[in-house]
């Protein structure tokens, strides 16, 4: 069995290396927390006290981060994992990233014998724990294939783009049309409350309907519950947006409406935290309206396909 290494043990990364686990992969982990490991120590992982030690010895190295500075100090710094990979094995860049960073760390790469294989997800984190994510790939056919089985262990349908960089591209993309919706959820869940709709035949209707999305389907229940809770940050969402305004100003493309998105986000960081859960941006338009969106009976977690049919069964069966 193939030997990976996984450095990034956050809410997704922890997924990640889970899924591997479940699979029978052989993983070695790292983190700046060790905390984070216990589990997967505890099912078989071995724990690594640095990127190079995590690196050594491995098929592949998976790479979970916040940033993309992080991702290349990680890979390149002085006690950087690219130094101890031996020649033959892939680096497997799920973060999200900017293609020219990339671009680069993949070239360093490569003098060292070390392939790259930029894995990027999408889906939500409930989905990553269900190792049904959809992993979004780009890079040469003979290192996909030959780590597909891995790739298959932590993700459900998978494309492959083309080469570095492309994958890159449409997950920010992607990115960006989740928040349009996140947005749209929020503006038109309270105008429906405003109306005097009833908040929970609103959101069945609308997910039955032209106007649902996977946003709209899995986020909305974590608003209507009061957790706010998608495992994932306003920091990491202005990161990305930051990202797609850049991409717009590469291609000479004016993102007006992401650039709007952008403002709102980055105003929501600084009124709840860079640390908040992305539906604060929802709280944001709460507050300015003095409109609360709550409704009984929603889990406190993030739903789509047959979470949704589970929860409508039981709240007839609760009738």
């Known amino acids: 069995m193939m030997l990976y290494g996984m450095i990034g043990l956050g809410n997704l990364g922890g997924k990640i290396a889970s899924n591997l686990l479940e699979a029978g992969f052989q993983l070695q982990v790292h983190d700046l927390d060790r905390t984070r490991a216990e589990e997967l120590i505890n099912r078989g992982a071995t724990w690594c006290d640095s990127p190079p030690e995590v690196a050594r010895g491995v098929d592949g190295l998976i790479t979970c981060l916040t940033s993309p500075g992080i991702s290349t100090k990680v890979m390149t710094g002085p006690d950087g994992a690219l130094s101890a990979m031996p020649p033959g094995s892939v680096w497997i860049e799920t973060s999200t990233t900017e293609v020219d960073e990339l671009l680069r760390v993949a070239d360093l790469a490569q003098s060292c014998g070390v392939g790259t294989i930029e894995a990027p997800v999408t889906g939500g984190v409930h989905r990553a724990e269900r190792g049904e994510i959809t992993v979004l790939l780009g ?44 947005i749209s959820l929020g503006e038109g869940l309270i105008l429906a409350k405003r109306a005097g709709l009833d908040l929970a035949a609103s959101y069945r209707a609308i997910q039955a309907g032209s106007g649902n999305s996977v946003e709209f389907e899995s986020v909305a229940p974590v608003v209507l519950n009061g957790s706010f809770d998608t495992s994932f940050t306003l920091e990491l ?62 889990p406190n977690k993030m739903m789509d396909g047959k979470d949704v049919l589970d929860f409508w069964e039981k709240q007839k069966s609760a009738k």
């Open 237 to 298: 969402a202005c990161k990305d947006l930051g990202l797609m305004m850049q991409l717009g100003r590469e291609y000479d493309v004016p993102l007006k409406f992401t650039g709007l998105m952008d403002q709102m986000f980055l105003e929501a960081k600084a009124k709840y935290g860079a640390d908040a859960w992305t539906p604060h941006v929802v709280k944001m338009m709460e507050d300015a309206t003095g409109v609360e969106l709550r409704c009984d009976g929603f």
């Open 139 to 182: 890079g040469h056919e003979a290192d996909l294939q030959r780590h597909q089985g891995a790739i298959e262990a932590f993700g459900g349908m998978n494309f492959h783009l083309g080469g570095i960089g492309t994958a890159s591209t449409l997950k920010v993309i992607t990115n960006m049309m989740a928040f349009v919706n996140l």
